[in-house]
């Protein structure tokens, strides 16, 4: 078994799901959701937010404006549609569900 | 001190340094690749430009005079290189699809969600970028196509299946970053002549010099071949030498040509077929340098110093040789193709569309001209067709058979030229159910003309001649008086024709054969026969045919044709003539028997027909020839020739 591969595939599960919810929280725009993942401590590259957020938009779980920017050029701003607040809902419970489960067994003495 | 250039970078100003401007552009590109099959592309790109250009701006305002090297290697570690997004991408899963290594290995080829398509390569092209496509589509290295391709244009074929190809196929931007698949290179550190072989032992992991046996075999052949020659039939030793030695010379020259050469550690590695990442690069790199006294034997100390210079200076600066690779293969396809073949390109592409124009056109023109023919000259027709359904189902087939798509590809082609996109899909649907009514009526128009052949009737009577003089009977085909009163429906053909008062039909559907005779007589039997429907309407058919002929004592005479009554129409009648000679009498066929038009049709069942001209057993003697019967059949009696060899 491999630690890392473990890692990665948890860590795969939850990204989509913590991305979900930073814009849920506000809408942000990418390099906010960056810094804030930097700060809990949850390091991506931007290079594979920047897709992410694509083909969550091209799937119709994310919603975009334009907002002019005096640092250069316009940013995008993210916000969760209808169907991403069912989508992150989901994926909320699921996540519930999971770390009750996940902290049941693993605090579990006989 | 590097220069600087301000370049126009997502609506702003940017100085620069001229090589973080290389930089920035190669990154650009590598992402490009990269993201080649992503759905959003061009968006993302733009989202990570916009970004960079962000980045450029904070960086200037806080003071410094411009963009250094330094500054792009930071910013580009920042949002990942193309490798660091692949790693990443598979480690942290981005998106819905599930990331098993495999479906990695797919994505770099094609998305997933998506069915693979054939395209033509819009980055990677010599000519149209047909080979790249091709290769992509099949998985194979482009330079083994490119070979087939060159081969196949010896061919002849090879030149219209590219041009149509060329034509046919829609564009797209191919990921030349492919890290994962084996390619064809030379291999410039271990070459005799152009490194081709070596190469392709790389390609294929064998031992080079089995390779280079093979290329040199012609050159041994030869030699062996010349000594051999005595024992073996020189016609073989040519062959070999000419057939599969000259091919090999030509095949090691096309691969000299069309092969690159593998100068950097990736494609080196790619020509070993070993995952391009930075770790193999590396591991790639440091064995270079430390096993050199290893591949001292395989390398001459020459090419050991350059590649160890090389690997220096790749160890220097080889992330960056890694980042860039996908654009310096991209490059080198790009160099070799010149403003020459752009220039072909073009024309090419006119004479596709000009073939395809001429191809419709013709087609229409051929159904044109088929039409107009049934209509005016359709006696033929009715010669074939016995009732009213037939002829409908006949025009049913010549409009919904043929017509439509040819309409269609007219209408088609007008589209293409004009370049309208619009289209109705009910337009389609209506001429392809017009089109199935037209494949309809066409088998059923076929199965109902096969049914008048259902049963076959033969009716023979024979006549007794006289024992001519000399006991020599000479055969003659008589001219027939009133050629000029018959119409001749399609000159040299089997066809029958018609005289000009369109009551009766004239067929050459004859045939002579020779037999021995039971008795001491001549006979002349004449063989009538006619398909039909029914046996009876078969024997009434063969009952009508008309054939008359006589004999003017050692002349039998036999007419052109024989007649029918138009209304019998075409049920394959056919009269055989069968000469009856007795042991020891002679014969002689003139050579008018041959204005004869023998044709017979094999009906099997279900499967059509099967015209024929010639019967199988109507032809062991020549024309103008005395033959005597003999109890094993005909055999030659003329004296001066008798070189049976001697044909004419």
Redo the contacts between chains.
């Keep these: 078994m491999n630690i890392?591969n473990t890692q990665?595939?948890m860590?795969?599960?939850i990204?989509?799901f913590c991305i979900l919810s930073i814009i849920k929280r506000s809408e942000s725009y990418?390099?906010d959701i960056i810094e804030e993942m930097r700060r809990a401590n949850f390091q991506?590259?931007?290079?594979?937010l920047?897709?992410?957020?694509?083909?969550l938009?091209?799937?119709e779980m994310l919603n975009y404006r334009w907002v002019e920017?005096n640092?250069?050029?316009?940013?995008?701003y993210f916000s969760l549609t209808e169907k991403g607040l069912a989508f992150y809902a989901e994926l909320e419970s699921t996540w519930e569900e999971l770390t009750s489960a996940v902290g049941i067994l693993t605090q579990f003495k006989p | 001190m590097n220069k600087v250039i301000n370049i126009n970078f997502?609506?702003?100003i940017i100085p620069i340094e001229e090589s973080a401007s290389e930089l920035l552009r190669n990154y650009i590109q590598s992402?490009r690749q990269y993201?080649a099959n992503?759905?959003?592309r061009d968006?993302?790109i733009s989202?990570?430009e916009?970004?960079i250009?962000?980045l450029?701006?904070?960086r200037l305002?806080k003071g410094n005079t411009c963009i250094t090297d330094m500054d792009m290697k930071e910013i580009m570690s920042?949002?990942?290189?193309p490798e660091?997004?692949h790693a990443?991408?598979?480690?942290?899963?981005?998106?819905?699809e599930s990331?098993t290594a495999q479906q990695k290995t797919e994505r770099n080829q094609t998305n997933s969600s998506e069915q693979k398509r054939l395209y033509r390569a819009s980055n990677n092209q010599l000519v149209g970028g047909v080979a790249a496509g091709l290769a992509d589509y099949l998985g194979i290295d482009v330079s083994i196509l490119r070979v087939i391709m060159i081969f196949s244009l010896f061919a002849g074929f090879g030149f219209v299946v590219y041009l149509v190809l060329w034509a046919v196929l829609p564009e797209k931007e191919m990921n030349t970053f492919d890290t994962h698949k084996r390619r064809l290179f030379r291999n410039p550190e271990e070459k005799k002549l152009g490194g081709v072989a070596s190469g392709l032992a790389a390609y294929f992991s064998i031992d080079v010099w089995i390779l280079r046996i093979i290329f040199l075999s012609p050159i041994l052949l030869f030699f062996v071949g010349n000594s051999v020659n005595s024992w073996f039939d020189k016609d073989i030793t040519d062959f070999i030498f000419r057939g599969f030695g000259g091919s090999l010379f030509v095949i090691y020259f096309v691969l000299w040509a069309v092969l690159p050469e593998a100068n950097t550690a990736a494609e080196k590695l790619q020509m070993r077929g070993e995952k391009v990442d930075l770790e193999s690069i590396k591991k790639t790199v440091n064995e270079e340098m430390q096993n050199l006294k290893g591949r001292a034997e395989q390398w001459s100390k020459d090419a050991g110093k350059r590649a160890a210079e090389k690997a220096k200076m790749m160890q220097s600066d080889f992330t960056q040789t890694a980042k860039n690779m996908g654009n310096q293969t991209n490059t080198a396809a790009r160099r070799s193709a010149s403003g020459v073949s752009n220039a072909v390109g073009i024309l090419a592409r006119i004479f596709v569309f000009g073939i395809i124009g001429i191809l419709i056109f013709s087609l229409l023109m051929g159904f044109a001209g088929l039409t107009t023919w049934l209509l005016t000259g359709h006696q033929i027709i009715n010669f074939i067709l016995v009732d009213e359904t037939e002829h409908y189902l006949l025009w049913a087939t010549l409009i919904l058979f043929i017509g439509v798509p040819v309409v269609g590809l007219l209408m088609w082609l007008v589209r293409a030229v004009r370049g309208v996109q619009t289209r109705n899909k009910y337009v389609g649907y209506t001429f392809t159910f017009l089109h199935v009514l037209g494949w309809i009526s066409f088998f059923a128009l076929f199965s109902f003309i096969g049914s008048h052949f259902h049963s076959k009737s033969k009716q023979s009577s024979v006549t007794n001649l006289i024992t001519p003089s000399g006991n020599t009977l000479l055969v003659v085909v008589d001219p027939f008086e009133d050629e000029d009163l018959i119409e001749d429906w399609r000159s040299g053909s089997p066809w029958p024709k018609m005289n000009k008062m369109e009551d009766s039909i004239y067929a050459a559907n004859i045939k002579v054969k020779v037999l021995q005779s039971k008795d001491s007589l001549f006979h002349v039997r004449v063989v009538k026969s006619a398909n039909g429907k029914t046996f009876q309407q078969a024997n009434r058919l063969a009952e009508a045919i008309q054939y008359s002929l006589f004999q003017n004592d050692s002349v039998l005479h036999l007419s052109k044709y024989f007649s029918l009554s138009k209304k019998d129409k075409f049920h394959l009648q056919q009269v055989s003539v069968v000469v009856e000679v007795p042991l020891g009498a002679k014969v002689k066929l003139d050579r008018t028997i041959q204005n004869f038009e023998w044709h017979d049709i094999r009906i099997n069942t279900g499967n059509g027909f099967n015209i024929e001209h010639y019967d199988d057993e109507s032809t062991d003697w020549e024309y103008d020839r005395v033959y005597q019967m003999g109890t094993q059949g005909l055999s030659s009696a003329d004296i001066e020739v008798r070189d049976k060899g001697s044909k004419i």
């Design positions: 890392d990665s595939q860590r795969k599960g990204l989509e990418p390099s991506i590259l931007e290079g594979t920047y897709p992410l957020l694509t083909r938009k091209n799937a920017s640092s250069g050029p316009p940013r995008k | 997502q609506g702003s992402l993201f992503e759905e959003g968006e993302i989202d990570i916009s970004r250009a962000e450029f701006l904070q305002k920042g949002i990942g290189h660091d997004l990443a991408e598979s480690e942290s899963g981005i998106g819905s990331t």
